[in-house]
């Protein structure tokens, strides 16, 4: 055997433990061997952090929910037993968050395939991009503050109680939902614009070459394939609609019940005032009103566990659409 | 006509009618910055620039708003919004410097040191940290975090010698810049371990190859060339504490206060008020013309700060650009 080819023995691969063998901390320098600890730390330190609020609101929310909490109407009153319950709040939450997400899908959507598939002129495609990201850094509380300022305009009277003396209240389930919907907006958008540069190239050259406008390829061929990123966007848009309190707070009207304005059933709710769980949850704890912090923790976990649930459904609408599709986000074939 | 609807459309008339859809949205965008403008002129009409500065006091100025009602004199509008522009600057910042200690310090445990059982665990785990809504941060903040801050952590010493200026319950800063620090970590962290994991592998094994420990060519390799990620998770969070107003109007003492470093340890149990939670704090006020005309020129400040923040982060990154990770 040449003394210069390396023996088989040599050539076996080293078993693998792992990474292979690391250098020991006990021969770094001390500043390596602080970062070291404090990573462990702050890696550690935000799990438990994490932890300790999903349960210390668990523990909570089981000592002070209890169903009929869920079911009854909220009442004024002097006693914790007589204040009722929060199902208010809930429809309130459940109506608010239906209103924003119906405005914001539309205008996403076609926003989205706008900038996706035609976006020319190209400054005209930057300009829609750079006001999506805006809304999306803007403060939720100036937010609510336009939709008031809208809202309180003699043109949009009919959207909400209109005084005596001639001033529009600007304060109802509409002026609340259609700023929740530019709260919902970036997310879908961004969501549906990504699904829909991760199509590939020639799923559209084959509707192309059929002959297909590209409208029709836009129905037939690229809408349904970005079905998923836009169930994902929706239920971020969705959480992020329910988490909100400040345009609650500022747009709703901060009544206890749900307070129908005007006479027709449907239209006389939307333009009524209400409130929803954050609110509810804010005027309950020592900030608003507050002598109630055991309805407060009640409603907060119910708010918590939407929002939870909310996420393990972002997670597997995630999962399945890697795996049914065989198309990894990237669009590339698995 | 009905037939025309109905009939497939030409792909001019889709373009035209989506294209306006969008446009739709960037004319919002104009009118929000114009109605908030116009609503807070007569502020800045009768304030001039001193309408920044301070002196004077804030809750009395503000009462005189109120009581005025409908129709204000002149002076009824005077206001010295400084402490709630100190409010914001001084939480913000300690809240935002701390976020992104502890956020780098995460990425690199998660990225490179956590097994993978537990690094399985933590992405999820630190995803519903940055999904709890800001009203639960408050409520156990005001419930659990402000009695123990009041109760354990601020000696009865402490309260008598300033009980004459303020009274510390335990809701101040100190709160403050904890519950926002963990509300703007998760924000972070996600951005900078997507940063992470997209540069090369192979810049951070050669400097392993050269004898480096893991924990120095993570930081000496991989966060210097995730610098650009770095200012974007930084401008990201700064706009999220920014515009925070219900939690901090939750856990921040509602008094308008200048919390003052030479006070000592006492410094850091100060109220303080922000923009944000001012407009929080006075939102049923908004039919007095005066006060309504305050808080609108505090959202108008709010919105040119995010704007300011997001032109900031391009400038920054233009000369790291050269170190962007191709590929």
Same mark, same amino acid.
């Given at each position: 055997m040449n003394a210069l080819a390396p023996s088989r023995s040599q050539l076996e691969q080293p078993?693998?433990?792992?990474?292979?063998k690391r250098s020991s901390p006990?021969?770094?320098r001390w500043g390596d061997r602080l970062a070291l600890a404090f990573a462990w730390i702050a890696g550690v330190g935000l799990c438990v952090i994490a932890a300790a609020i999903v349960i210390y609101m668990g523990v909570r929310g089981i000592q002070y929910l209890r169903p009929n909490l869920l079911a009854s109407r909220p009442a004024v009153g002097t006693s914790q037993s007589e204040t009722g319950g929060f199902l208010d709040p809930l429809l309130g939450t459940a109506l608010l968050t239906l209103i924003g997400i119906m405005l914001a899908i539309p205008l996403a959507v076609a926003s989205a395939l706008w900038v996706s598939e035609y976006g020319r002129p190209s400054w005209v495609a930057r300009v829609v991009e750079s006001s999506i990201e805006i809304v999306a850094g803007t403060p939720d509380i100036v937010i609510a503050l336009f939709g008031l300022a809208i809202f309180q305009l003699h043109l949009f009277a009919p959207f909400s109680f209109t005084a005596?003396?001639?001033?529009?209240?600007?304060?109802s389930f509409i002026a609340a939902g259609s700023m929740m919907s530019l709260i919902a907006l970036p997310p879908l958008f961004t969501a549906t614009r990504d699904g829909l540069q991760a199509v590939p190239a020639h799923m559209r050259e084959a509707a192309y070459a059929l002959g297909k406008t590209r409208i029709a390829t836009i129905r037939r061929v690229l809408l349904p394939s970005v079905r998923s990123n836009i169930a994902t966007g929706v239920t971020l848009g969705v959480s992020r609609i329910i988490g909100d309190t400040a345009i609650v707070v500022l747009?709703?009207?901060?009544?206890?019940r749900l307070e129908s304005e005007g006479s027709v059933p449907v239209i006389g709710l939307l333009r009524g005032t209400g409130s929803t769980l954050t609110s509810y949850v804010y005027d309950n704890s020592?900030?608003?009103?507050?002598?109630a912090p055991q309805k407060a923790y009640a409603a907060a976990f119910v708010l918590l566990a939407f929002v939870l649930a909310l996420n393990l459904i972002v997670d597997r609408i995630g999962r399945s659409q890697a795996d049914a599709t065989g198309l990894t986000a990237a669009g590339a074939i698995v | 006509m009905l037939r025309r609807l109905r009939d497939p459309w030409p792909d001019h008339r889709a373009e035209l009618t989506l294209g306006a859809v969008s446009l739709l949205l960037a004319v919002l965008v104009v009118a929000m910055l114009v109605f908030v403008a116009v609503h807070a002129w007569p502020t800045f009409q009768h304030n001039?620039?001193?309408?920044?500065g301070g002196g004077g006091n804030l809750e009395t100025q503000i009462a005189n708003m109120q009581t005025t009602g409908?129709?204000?004199?002149?002076?009824?509008?005077?206001?010295?919004?400084w402490p709630f522009i100190y409010g914001t600057l001084l939480s913000t910042a300690v809240a935002v410097v701390l976020g992104l200690a502890v956020a780098v310090l995460s990425s690199i445990f998660i990225v490179e040191l956590a097994p993978s059982r537990l690094r399985r665990i933590a992405i999820p785990v630190i995803r519903v940290l940055a999904s709890v809504p800001s009203v639960i941060y408050g409520l156990i903040g005001v419930l659990v975090l402000v009695p123990f801050v009041g109760n354990h952590l601020i000696t009865g010493g402490e309260k008598s010698s300033v009980q004459n200026v303020v009274e510390?319950? =335990? /809701?101040?800063?100190l709160v403050t810049v904890a519950i926002l620090t963990v509300m703007i970590t998760p924000i972070m962290v996600a951005l900078i371990c997507e940063a992470f994991v997209s540069v090369p592998n192979s810049w951070r094994e050669g400097a392993i190859a050269l004898g480096v420990n893991p924990v120095r060519a993570m930081l000496a390799v991989t966060v210097r060339a995730a610098r650009p990620a770095i200012v974007a998770a930084v401008v990201l969070a700064t706009a999220r504490a920014l515009g925070e107003a219900i939690m901090i109007s939750m856990v921040?003492?509602?008094?308008s206060f200048v919390p003052k470093?030479?006070?000592?340890?006492i410094f850091f149990f100060e109220p303080l008020r922000t923009l944000a939670s001012a407009i929080v704090d006075y939102h049923?006020?908004? =039919? /007095?013309p005066a006060l309504s005309s305050t808080l609108y020129a505090l959202a108008l400040l709010l919105l040119f700060s995010a704007f300011a923040l997001s032109i900031a982060g391009y400038l920054i990154k233009l000369p790291l650009r050269r170190f962007q990770v191709r590929g």
């Open positions: 078993r693998h433990t792992g990474r292979g006990m021969s770094w005596s003396g001639g001033g529009v209240f600007g304060r747009l709703l009207g901060e009544s206890l020592p900030a608003g009103e507050g002598a | 001039g620039l001193s309408w920044l409908q129709h204000a004199p002149a002076s009824a509008y005077k206001l010295s919004a510390l319950t =335990g /809701a101040g800063l921040s003492g509602s008094r470093p030479v006070d000592g340890l049923e006020g908004v =039919g /007095a």
